[in-house]
């Protein structure tokens, strides 16, 4: 994973999301093997009481036939204060099957955590990674990425990354053409959306 250093200040056309909350950064990694590994950050600034309510909890869904779930961090940051959520914020792993009433059950679970005195101002920065081995699939690997959302979004980027020589076949719209490069036995392709 390549950090991505999030933009300071606020957005640059002053925007903020109607929902009450300004999107700082959309970050995707993925690295493309037998095994993805599909690396997300997001990064929050909670505007007003409609952020607040809207964004003090977060939930990942997974399937645990085929996924592995690790939480990186979930940490919410006033100022100089950094209060980590992992420790103070209530966690459960949830069984929903939303798709019961069709007689349809699928396992997938969702990590859901409650996070504690959240205020508004406050910025939360979540990262986690899914790992995924999908036999039916062998080793191909099919996504949809966006880079282009509705709300503002400060940075937005998309990075892709394949062994040497793996075929990858990208089309891309409504967007720049992606940066591309080889680097340590890996092929790369990344967006870049800066508002």
């Not at 606020?10 to 037998?34: F, M, P, W």
């Not at 690790?70 to 939303?98: F, P, T």
Request: net charge negative; aromatic share 8%.
């Amino acid at each position: 994973v390549a950090p991505a250093e999030v933009p300071t200040g606020v957005l640059a056309n002053g925007e903020k999301q109607d929902g009450g909350a300004s999107y700082l950064l959309v970050d995707r990694q993925t690295r493309i093997t037998n095994i993805s590994s599909d690396y997300s950050r997001l990064v929050t600034r909670l505007e007003n009481v409609s952020g607040v309510e809207d964004h003090s909890q977060v939930t990942i869904n997974f399937d645990p036939k085929t996924e592995k779930l690790q939480v990186h961090s979930v940490l919410v940051r006033r100022g100089a204060e950094v209060i980590d959520q992992l420790r103070m914020g209530q966690i459960r792993v949830l069984q929903r099957e939303n798709d019961l009433e069709q007689g349809l059950i699928d396992g997938e679970l969702t990590f859901h955590l409650l996070l504690s005195d959240v205020r508004v101002g406050d910025t939360i920065d979540t990262s986690y990674t899914l790992e995924r081995h999908s036999p039916e699939w062998g080793y191909l690997y099919y996504e949809r990425y966006q880079i282009q959302w509705d709300d503002p979004v400060a940075l937005a980027r998309v990075r892709l990354s394949v062994p040497n020589g793996a075929p990858l076949h990208i089309e891309s719209r409504g967007t720049t053409a992606p940066k591309q490069w080889n680097q340590a036995g890996w092929a790369y392709t990344e967006w870049s959306v800066l508002q």
